[in-house]
């Protein structure tokens, strides 16, 4: 049952993750999405920190739309 969650929040949060025009933008708006999403999903704190951090990274590698 969990991985029909799984796959799209990891989904959403690398479409949202570029929203922001620098890098710093796009990291943090990243973490927050992530950080949700990992909250939403796990329901522990291993989750959000886990989701924050994969949002981030992806955030940040993204080019600006």
């Known amino acids: 049952m969990r991985v029909f969650l799984i ?3 990891i989904a959403a949060t690398f479409a ?3 929203c ?3 890098t710093e933008d796009r990291a943090v708006s990243g973490a927050i999405i ?3 999403a990992g909250q939403a999903i ?5 989750s959000t920190v886990g989701g924050a ?3 981030g990274v992806a955030g ?3 080019a600006p739309n």
Not at 42 to 46: M, P, Q, S
């Open 42 to 46: 796990g329901h522990d704190t291993g």
């Open 16 to 18: 949202l993750a570029a």
């Open 53 to 55: 951090v994969i949002g």
């Open 7 to 9: 796959v799209p929040a």
């Open 60 to 62: 940040a590698v993204t």
């Open 20 to 22: 922001g025009y620098t």
């Open 34 to 36: 992530g950080a949700a």
